[in-house]
């Protein structure tokens, strides 16, 4: 199995433009960034997906987390300030998966129509990872169209779709499922109409019932978190039953059923 998790940070900017409670509950951005960098070191998850992360963010990760390789794509458009304030020392806005572990980056672009959104594809312990955000409007269709494009067989697709799961299901196609969600679980975008818009997909694999945890105000996105479970091969096994590295330490993995 695998253990999965997707967050958006907010990027400052973006909460500065929108006016986002976060700015009231941390005025102070480079608290809120050593608060974001401290929860995420402690999460257990082999991989993260981020969304929104600022040049700052990514720079707070890097240097403190050392246990986890830490993949990223920079998108062509800098986020601007409209109301005069900025808090940032480096304003570049970025796509983030963290993994334990071996990883190769496969690729990475922003979708054509939109160039603050876009994908990050990921290998990892076999399977391929793509941390992904797409836009809220019709432009999803093509984006998620070209998200179908770049799966393989067992691939895993984690982020901020601003759609529900039905929207999701269907503009990617057949053989793709969306993780739902307990019932009573909390919004993972907490204020909107729509709610549940943060998820996690498979194409050739299983997860979980997703699990949303409270972000306590760090951003306007809470965390969501599942585990997937790559398909048997003919012996039986898990496809993907290998030697890997969690956490510095080396061990064979046998998957369980």
Known sequence: MITVATWNLLHRVHAENWDEDTIRRWPDEAARITAITTRLAARTEQVI???????????????????????????????????????????????????DGPSTTVTAAAFRDDRGKGALAVHVAGTLVIATHVSGDRRRTGQ???????????????????????????????????AGFAAGSM?????????????????????????????????????????????????????HDHLFVHNGQSRTARRQP
């Not at 694999?205 to 585990?227: K, Q």
């Open 49 to 99: 997906a981020l969304q929104e992360v600022s040049g700052d963010q990514l720079a707070s990760l890097r240097a403190n987390l050392p246990g986890r390789t830490v993949h990223s794509f920079q998108y062509p458009r800098i986020p601007t300030p409209r109301t005069g304030r900025d808090l940032l020392g480096d304003r570049t806005e970025h796509l983030v998966l963290m993994a």
């Open 144 to 178: 998620l169209a070209h998200l179908a494009g770049l799966a393989e067989p067992t691939t895993v697709l984690l982020g901020d779709f601003n759609s529900g799961r039905g929207t999701i299901e269907a503009g990617l196609g057949d053989g793709f499922a969306v």
């Open 187 to 239: 919004p993972t975008r907490p204020g909107s109409s729509r709610g549940f818009i943060d998820h996690v997909v498979t194409l050739g694999a299983t997860a979980s019932t997703a699990t949303v945890d409270d972000s306590d105000g760090l951003s306007d996105h809470n965390l969501v978190h599942a585990t997937v479970t790559p398909p048997r091969d003919e012996t039986g096994l898990r496809r």
